[in-house]
């Protein structure tokens, strides 16, 4: 099972190969289930499948291996008799290493070797594959894929590390796709009701907001924004682009613009907090909150303060169509630095998001309104009633990185940059 990110499990949903056919390195292999997001694990090899050792509904270890090869050029008798072996038919003799006698329960691996023909055959030091999620290697497996030493789970070899399966679920719950008996409150038998299984998405929604919560305290400064000098420069842009067939700016890549800005001004927000340092990270790593029908997902343009406005508008287009359509990638969600919030998408007044760990810092952006100000007159001896579109950015930070001072002046400085925003755009 490969890294993506970082996820530590996966779901093992559906193989998309049977024992016996050859794949390519890059063929798909089988689908995969993260907390985050749904993909295909491609192969990082050549081979021909023997046998499968994580099953459907299986969730493995990231580091684990899910399936024994044989090279390409192995003899085919050999393969036949390593599959029938591997499933438990009859299938002929099959060539058996000795295992050392003070090795109990080895680990089954499928190696190269050279048969009397100087045809590669394929060897096993077991006859059948083990059932649970044991770590399995083929010997041309690329090193970024084959598990550490002492990585097999439940094995008297295994070295320290001998968690159980019980703790290895808890770990990652919302996973498992164990049924559980339905609990109903207590004084709530009597009252009517529909039940709806939460989905995988939606466990792991629950499970990182709560983890934010209880990690770091949290609290959201905000200012009021006037969008007057954006929404000229947009109009103006978005004549332009309707002119070349391009699809229209929305507002968010200039307030992704203006937060790039003021992180490189207030790098402090742009951070990690630990126990003994807080981690300013040298680049931008944006991640945007996307409202999908299946929960928020939170993709993430890398290096966004090296992008222009239109780039940034293409980059929050492309990541927000791959989430869609369902091509998005485990690791387009992970290494986030910073994330925006755009509950006014969905037509929120007021925005005061929880944290995306470890981050320290999400802009909460909501509806953009036409409200009633006060404005200066010109000659400025008297106020003006005016109607203005404003929009109330929230700063939600870890109080334990930096204060409430230091947020407002990130804040301000996003401000600042957008109600300055030059008309040619």
């Known amino acids: 099972m490969p890294h993506m ?49 994580a ?26 008799r390593a599959i029938a072996a591997a499933s438990g038919e009859q299938g002929g003799d099959v060539a058996v290493a000795p295992s050392p006698a003070a090795s109990p329960s080895p680990s089954t691996v499928a190696t190269p070797v050279t048969g009397s ?88 929604i629950a499970k990182n907001l709560a983890e934010s919560w209880n990690t770091a305290p949290q609290l959201t400064a905000q200012v009021d924004v006037d969008f007057s000098a954006v929404a000229v420069a947009r109009a103006k842009l978005n004549r332009d682009r309707a002119s070349r067939g391009e699809a229209k700016l929305s507002y968010l890549p200039f307030i992704a613009v203006a937060l ?83 509950s006014g998408s969905v037509g929120g007044v007021v925005s005061t998001p929880i944290l995306t760990k470890p981050q320290v810092a999400s802009l909460g952006v909501p509806a953009i309104v036409r409200t009633p100000v006060a404005r200066r007159s010109a000659d400025g001896t008297s106020e003006l009633l005016t109607i203005r579109p404003i929009a109330r950015l929230g700063l939600t930070f870890d109080h334990r990185a930096f204060d409430g001072a230091e947020a407002l002046r990130a804040l301000i400085s996003v401000q600042k940059t957008l109600e300055n925003w030059p008309s040619e755009g």
């Open 55 to 80: 099953s459907i509904e299986q969730e493995v270890p990231v580091g684990d291996v899910i399936a024994r090869f044989a090279p390409v050029d192995s003899d085919p008798d050999q393969v036949a």
């Open 117 to 204: 023909q100087g045809t590669p055959a394929v060897v096993f030091e077991e006859s059948k594959p083990p059932t649970d999620s044991l770590v399995l290697a083929a010997s041309w497996f690329s090193p970024v894929n084959r598990p550490p030493a002492g990585a097999r789970r439940g094995s008297p070899a295994a070295g320290q590390d001998q968690r159980s399966a019980g703790e290895l679920a808890s770990k990652s719950g919302f996973l498992q796709a164990q049924k559980s008996e339905l609990t109903v409150p207590t004084g709530y038998e009597d009252v009517a009701y529909s039940a709806t299984e939460h989905t995988r998405l939606r466990r792991a």
């Open 260 to 342: 790039c800005k003021a992180i490189a001004e207030h790098p402090v927000v742009n951070a990690t907090f630990t126990d003994t340092h807080l981690l300013q990270w040298q680049t931008v790593n944006l991640g945007l909150a996307v409202d999908t029908p299946d929960g928020l997902l939170v993709p993430v343009i890398r290096d966004a303060q090296s992008l222009s406005l239109t780039e940034l508008a293409d980059a929050i287009a492309e990541t927000s169509a791959a989430l869609a359509n369902g091509t998005g990638r485990p690791e387009d969600l992970a290494g986030g630095t910073i994330t925006i919030s755009n």
């Open 5 to 53: 990110g970082s996820v530590e499990f996966a779901l093992l949903t559906e193989w998309l190969i049977k024992p016996g056919e050859e794949v390519n390195e890059g063929d798909a292999l089988c689908e995969v289930s993260t907390d985050k997001v749904d993909t295909e694990v491609e192969s990082p090899e050549s081979g021909i499948l023997i046998s499968y050792v």
